[in-house]
């Protein structure tokens, strides 16, 4: 609602007011507040919590792989077979994000609030030690789960093929074109996570179109990707300074700067004047 939601109307009625408040916009300040405290939640959880947790994530969006592939594999050769297939990209992230996973370009936004917030030292020191777990943890993931699905006879042979053309692409581009399409994933992957707290019902849905686009844009995500890439290697498709060089050194460099100066940095910043406002827990 805007910021006048707490005068009442005299055109309407009870019932009708209460509607309205159910149906209102959720204030930017509201949703900073909800990612804030999930934030103080990561930087209160133990290492072991944050690892398991991480690790769970980086098995679940493997199947952002699989289920990718898979679709594929069952599609002809034509220019429209992209835009179904990207579908199967966002599986992964539905398992992660839904089940309360750490994922680290999701962590990269919600672990960052609060020390934007307080501008403390102890927080910033949580804040590097959230994002250090849950990143080992999820790329320890995504490298469990390549090696599981680069076993032969696991897949149809169309499945895999299709899984090494993946796994391909994600490692085909020189580094600075692959870190400035990072760039705009950490946006929309940041972005997906400011949205979510106000989607209410359609939770789902937010997750599903924007992780579509970042499929279908072929923009590159440190964790989704390390599934890829991490499956090339273990195949013997690609080496491993391939996936260091090639993939996760531009990718990541790329999604934190998306994750931080577009989404962390700029949605704070349009609501810092009213954190140091001393009503602005009334809002």
Known sequence: MSDRAGLQSPHLSEQEQKQAAENAVVRSLVIHEVVREQGERELERS????????????????????????????????PWSRLVDSFGYSLGFLIAVLGQQQLFTETTLTALIPTLTSRSLGSLVGTVRVWAVVLVANLLGTWIFGAIVAAHGLFPADTYAAMQSLSADTMAHPFGHTMVTAIAAGWLIGLMIWLLPGAGPARPLIIILLTYTVSLCHFPHVIAGSAEAAFGVVSGQASLSAYLLRFLAPTLLGNVLGGIAMVALLNHAQIAGELNRPDADAG
């Open 47 to 78: 290492v072991s919590g944050l690892a398991w947790s991480g690790l769970g994530a980086g098995l679940s969006i493997g199947f952002s792989l699989v289920t990718q592939a898979t679709l594929q594999a069952g599609l002809p050769a034509a």
